[in-house]
């Protein structure tokens, strides 16, 4: 922090904390809400902590909040290897999940077994909904984490166990799909979704007190941590977009400002 607004005094200049942005965040200063600003643990390099908020922020909502994740669930998450797909892996580890996870290619593969997965499935290789049919002997997993619409959901909801909970983070495919409500009555499943831009600035609030509470402690144990890709200047935004659209990065891409740029 370098300056601080009216009214403001939880706060000090001089402090390392990460914030929940509404935009901005590629530059070498930006203005944050007092409110949902996170001291940075002493364990944390600083440039790591750029990789944690926003998709801390998620994974609190839509994995605990709606998905209702509770110790000895089961959960499926597609689009594992992404920033938030493995912080969403150690956070419902560190809360008794059991995890499977889903991915392209036998290097992401291998760093969601390295994060210790239950399954990790290649979706280039793979039927995901066979795999977990037989690995959960047809019962099914409790929560699903999907950023993929389209036809995934049919099959999301084919593996969802009784009472189930469906979570859209995202449709990388299509975002109207038919939906089989028998299948949904029959087992007692839950859809929900959410996106963070439009939400308020209360609930933004809210959520920053969650996150505090209930993964700060885990962050600053080192029992989770943002999975960094590449680390790149900002001069090289364009470059770490195109990281992005290539579905090539296993965890965060940061952009930083140059060093003698720092204060």
């Keep these: 922090i370098v300056a601080l607004g009216a009214g403001v005094s939880e706060l000090q200049p001089g402090m390392a904390v990460m914030a929940l942005l509404s935009g901005g965040g590629y530059a070498q200063y930006c203005v944050a809400r007092a409110?949902?600003?996170?001291?940075?643990?002493?364990?944390?390099?600083?440039?790591?902590?750029?990789?944690?908020?926003?998709?801390?922020?998620?994974?609190?909502?839509?994995?605990?909040?709606?998905?209702?994740?509770?110790?000895?669930?089961?959960?499926?998450?597609?689009?594992?290897a992404s920033g938030v797909g493995t912080l969403a892996i150690?956070?419902?580890?560190?809360?008794?999940?059991?995890?499977?996870?889903?991915?392209?290619?036998?290097?992401?593969i291998a760093a969601l077994q390295q994060l210790g997965v239950?399954?990790?499935?290649?979706?280039?290789?793979?039927?995901?909904?066979?795999?977990?049919?037989?690995?959960?002997?047809?019962?099914?997993?409790?929560?699903?984490?999907?950023?993929?619409?389209?036809?995934?959901?049919?099959?999301?909801?084919?593996?969802?166990?009784?009472?189930g909970r469906h979570v859209s983070l995202a449709f990388m495919q299509r975002a109207t799909v038919e939906i089989d409500l028998q299948l949904i009555m029959r087992k007692g499943l839950s859809l929900?979704?959410?996106?963070?831009?439009?939400k308020s600035a209360a609930e933004k609030a809210r959520?920053?007190?969650?996150?505090?509470?209930?993964?700060?402690?885990?962050?600053?144990a080192g029992r989770i941590t943002p999975q960094v890709h590449q680390r790149l200047p900002l001069t090289a935004a364009a470059q770490a977009h195109h990281i992005l659209e290539a579905n090539a990065n296993i965890g965060k891409v940061l952009l930083l400002p140059d060093a003698e740029a720092m204060p």
């Design 90 to 108: 150690q956070c419902a580890q560190a809360c008794g999940a059991r995890v499977i996870a889903t991915a392209g290619g036998a290097e992401k």
């Design 207 to 220: 959520l920053a007190q969650c996150v505090r509470a209930h993964l700060l402690p885990l962050l600053a």
């Design 35 to 80: 409110d949902l600003c996170l001291p940075v643990p002493d364990t944390l390099p600083l440039s790591h902590a750029a990789g944690f908020p926003e998709a801390a922020f998620t994974v609190w909502h839509n994995l605990f909040e709606l998905g209702r994740l509770m110790p000895g669930d089961s959960v499926l998450i597609h689009g594992a």
């Design 118 to 163: 239950w399954r990790a499935i290649d979706r280039h290789s793979e039927d995901f909904v066979a795999v977990i049919q037989t690995l959960t002997r047809e019962r099914g997993v409790d929560v699903v984490l999907d950023n993929v619409g389209g036809d995934y959901i049919a099959r999301n909801l084919s593996v969802l166990a009784a009472g």
């Design 192 to 198: 929900t979704s959410s996106t963070l831009r439009p």
